[in-house]
């Protein structure tokens, strides 16, 4: 027993070590080495084998469910250029690395790991919001009349977006799973937060054609079925509207000025931007920037750039880097505790 409490303490002191690791190296040259990452995920490895084989093998399954649900989610994040590489690298290894009597349970379901990435996301966004309205009330930034029409727009339609997959999602389900059969009400829950990620991140999702189908197949559907589709838990709701204001809010203090002559690989042009650069005829820049982190600028781009930025006095805007490492970390514990608190 005390040998399998200290292997448990090895891997949650493996956690701290990657995530202060991470956390530092993210913030001050915005990579986390990908062999830093791999000896901590080798390490996890070798603690697991013993853990598992000698001490825990009957919930050996509970942790497989476990970590392929957290890695389905940091696939979505990764393809839709949400989180960058070394953020998914350090989430899977947490994932590794977390014991696995460490779960704690929702609703009797055990399944719970992936909120680590859930309470991530929220400290890192009341972060930022925090932020934007600091720099909102000591006036860096401007709230004028033109953004928050156009906020409240995109409000509303992502808000209704989301709730027409998610309203598929649910009568898809009614048609699929025999009645009676129960659903793991924490799973779903994090397939309706992916559903709105993905409505919001994916602009082939928002396509009026692909919408206006679903909205009638979800019209014919509830009458088929006699249901109303809208029995979800409330604050399900909630938490997506919740996730789209914040959005909102953090794109107020979204972007930096920089010279072009300081411009750096990795760095992320806003799209006024690309386009002040595309106009000047610079080859390296050949299509708007998405602002999203598939548009990180190269070695060749920032060369470029810098050299072109040399003889032309001019100042572009990129988009601010937010170090996600030290979030995963601060989710990862928020985890821990509140499995402490109901153990």
């Not at 027993?1 to 991470?22: D, P, R, S, W």
Request: charged share 10%; aromatic share 14%.
């Amino acid at each position: 027993m005390k040998t399998m409490v200290i292997l448990e303490m090895m891997m949650l002191v493996g956690i701290l070590a990657l995530g202060v690791y991470a956390t530092i190296s993210d913030y001050l040259y915005g990579v986390i080495k990908n062999k830093v990452v791999l000896g901590f995920i080798i390490y996890a490895v070798i603690l697991n084998a013993v853990y598992f084989g000698f001490f825990v093998s009957d919930i050996i399954g509970d942790y497989a469910l476990n970590n392929a649900i957290v890695w389905c989610i940091i696939l979505a994040l990764f393809f839709t250029n949400t989180w960058a590489g070394g953020d998914c690298k350090m989430s899977i290894a947490v994932a590794l690395l977390y014991p696995a009597r460490y779960y704690f349970t929702i609703y009797g379901q055990i399944t719970t790991l992936f909120m680590f990435i859930i309470f991530a996301f929220i400290i890192g966004y009341f972060y930022l919001a925090v932020d934007a309205v600091f720099c909102l009330l000591s006036n860096k930034t401007t709230l004028t009349r033109k953004y928050m029409r156009n906020s409240l727009t995109q409000f509303f339609f992502s808000y209704l977006t989301a709730l027409i997959y998610i309203t598929a999602i649910t009568l898809l389900l009614q048609v699929v799973i025999p009645e009676g059969a129960s659903l793991n009400t924490v799973l779903m829950f994090a397939v309706y937060m992916c559903i709105a990620w993905l409505v919001s991140s994916i602009k082939a999702f928002r396509n009026k054609y692909i919408l206006g189908g679903l909205l009638i197949i979800d019209v014919v559907l509830c009458f088929v079925l006699k249901v109303i589709p809208f029995s979800l838990d409330y604050r399900i709701y909630l938490i997506i509207a919740l996730l789209y204001l914040l959005q909102i809010i953090i794109q107020l203090r979204n972007y930096r000025t920089i010279p072009a002559s300081e411009i750096q690989p990795r760095m992320i042009l806003s799209t006024g931007s690309s386009i002040v650069l595309m106009q000047a005829k610079l080859d390296c820049i050949q299509k708007l920037s998405k602002e999203s982190l598939g548009d990180r600028l190269t070695d060749e781009q920032a060369e470029t750039i810098r050299k072109w930025g040399n003889h032309n006095n001019i100042t572009l805007y990129v988009v601010k880097k937010v170090p996600f490492a030290g979030f995963i970390l601060l989710g990862t514990i928020a985890y821990f505790i509140i499995w402490s608190a109901t153990k």
